[in-house]
């Protein structure tokens, strides 16, 4: 959106507002000597189709409600040559934007789309006579001139205006024109009420005039130069005023001229008044009201001071959203008003629900500006509505149709996320191999001020091919950091262990909350974009490569999947899935890392809602590390009550609740503690225990090998195992299906080739 700086200053004192800088950007522009005042739609959709409307209305409440406004509708082929107007118009925008120029912008625009799109509406055919008139290189009172001698002359002049330069505005049409039957609407209710006396006393005769059109109790905003002529009517709307700013050419305007048959009307009378209540409001006009334009590219705020004396100095800066409002940097600003600054540590503008202002103050001076999202605006021009379904996840006011459209965008483009994640490797400092995430750290001395008037940088209604990458980068580090809120049943979640340690239903029976604003997401869609992100990353190798995905899928898993409409089910499959793949990824060596605390956290709280399985738990770890725990992998994984994994994971467990389960399954003998027993004991010709998943077979052979009446050899041990097809490890021959099973659950099988028939004990992690 481009629009005058003055309508800008205007905007700022709705602090509550929510798209400012996030679903829309604002350009303000400057303009020498008068305003920026057109008020020019132009809507394109991806198959092409454009339309345009040129009106008298602001984007405001009252341009858009409560004022009596015009709106002009270009349609192609009727209006194909107001198209090739319009199309000139926004190319003259771009040219006469810059340093120097009549146009001043923070950033350059680039409208290049929607003059594309103008211009093949232009090539429509249809016989059409309208015109777009506007001021960027001459006078509109010239203009109309010009297209009423087309029209064999001016007969008569109305005119419908809520602001007048005194009688000077109407007069100087008038003249331009060669018109002397000059009428005024007199509307009930308007800024201003025209000065038919001061009129006739500057030797000027205008009759006030009524319709129906424009008589309501609205205040009149409306545009309209009705101008009767020898061969026709000439009916002008838009935005330019019956003042000598907007006639003269001084601002910049925008018009729609319609040459339509003499007989139409608009219905006309006298109005029996010369007087109407004025509300006094303002006409556009240049003031020095201070205010600030900034933008935020994802690491710094840039921007510039206007309208106030002498800016140089130090200024305190603040960011401010809503009702939140955080102090950043002391700013330094030079003489231009240009300045840059750090946001506050603790308010990433990205994560905000609603629309961010930066604020400067110093001594009693306080100056406000909008603070435009750079990366998510430009996110939102490449990918459209699931960028801004992203960004309202970002802010914790998203929708199940945001998220649903989040996972339907993930469940066709699964790598995007991953590769964010590995970007961001892992979106924690606590999962990063550096140990450290980019921070940024700037200050007013460090980097000298550059006028925000003249950086390169360029505002463009097209397409970009990062900016969604950079949206995704700050999902990850939203999912890795933060916390369900109250309404998710994150909290009755159950969890999974690895194959030694088969989940079970939690003991609890409290029913799950309903999600957001009472409505879950569809199971079939979730699972869908989690199966796609599983099935990418196990075509990885097994290894440190996979950790970044898995920590953005674990986090995705506790944040999303409680909000499906099948909870439970859908968050234990998942986790049961995660705890597989990510078997063998560890990257801490020999310390503990983000992957390991992730993995023991869901194994006790699984060991918390059920007790029983507390040694499952235990053989979990024991797989996960490949080796039986030590007292130091012991102290440093037992789960933090107050991580956050923990908290996302139970948020209704205690401390002592944590350290219960942890030191409830640590002591217990798993299977493998029994299955090394018995080797060892077989080795050592000590006394045996006999586990009781043993077969009789099984049993004769233990017993004979232990007492000597049978070879050692009889018993071989499966020092590693391999994760699909079972070999044993004497003969090599394929293990049946009901033996590799026995060998997974209880570490004992047997093999059933004839010239083998050996005992197996697995000793494997």
Known sequence: MLTDIEGYRSSLSDAGAVGVGRSYDIVPISTHGGVFHPKVTVLTDSDNVVRAAIGSGNLTFGGWGYNTEVLDILIPGEDSRAYGDLAMFLEGVMALTGSGQRLEATRKPDLSQFVDACRRASLVSGSGSSRVLHTLFG??????????????GAVSLTVVSPFFSSHHGVERLAVALGCENVAVAVPPIAPSIF???GARRAGLEVTPVTCETFSDTRSLHAKVFDIACQKGRLLVSG?????????????????VARIVDRSTSLGWRPSGTHEGAATGERSPDATSSPCIVAHFDGREIIGRVFGVPNPSGDWIAYLSSGTRKSAADIVAIGPSGSFRCAPPKDMDPITLSASAQVILERDDVEVRGWLMLEKLLDAIREKGPVARSVARMLSGSDTPADVAAVLEYLAQNPSSLIKAAERQEGGRVDRSSKRALPEISISADQIAPVSAFDMPSTWSGGRTSTAFDSLLDALVRHFANSIPGPTDDAGDDEDDGLDEAPAKKSTKTTPGKIGKRGQRIPVFLARKAFDNMFTMLKARPVGPERAPGLHVLFDMIIQIAPRSDQPEELTLDCLRRWMSLALGCRTGGEGV????????AIVTKWAMDDPENATGCHAA??????????????????????????????PDATEAGWHAAWTSVIPTTTPWFAANALYKALRNGEAIEIPREATADEIDILRRVASGDAKANRVVAMQTRPSKK???PACHIALSAVQQARLVKHRLASCSNTFCNKVIVDLSF
């Open 195 to 197: 000065d038919f006396a």
């Open 621 to 650: 770890l024991q797989r996960w590390f490949g080796r039986v725990l030590d007292e130091d992998i012991i102290r440093d994984l037992e789960p933090d009550p107050f991580g956050l994994d923990e908290r996302r994971l139970a």
């Open 139 to 152: 006078p509109l009172d010239e203009q109309v001139a010009g297209m009423a001698d087309e029209l064999g």
């Open 726 to 728: 079972i070999n044993c």
């Open 239 to 255: 935005s330019g005023n019956a003042t000598t700013a907007a006639l003269s050419g001084a601002n910049v305007e925008a018009m």
């Open 593 to 600: 890392d983000g992957l390991d605390r992730a993995a023991a």
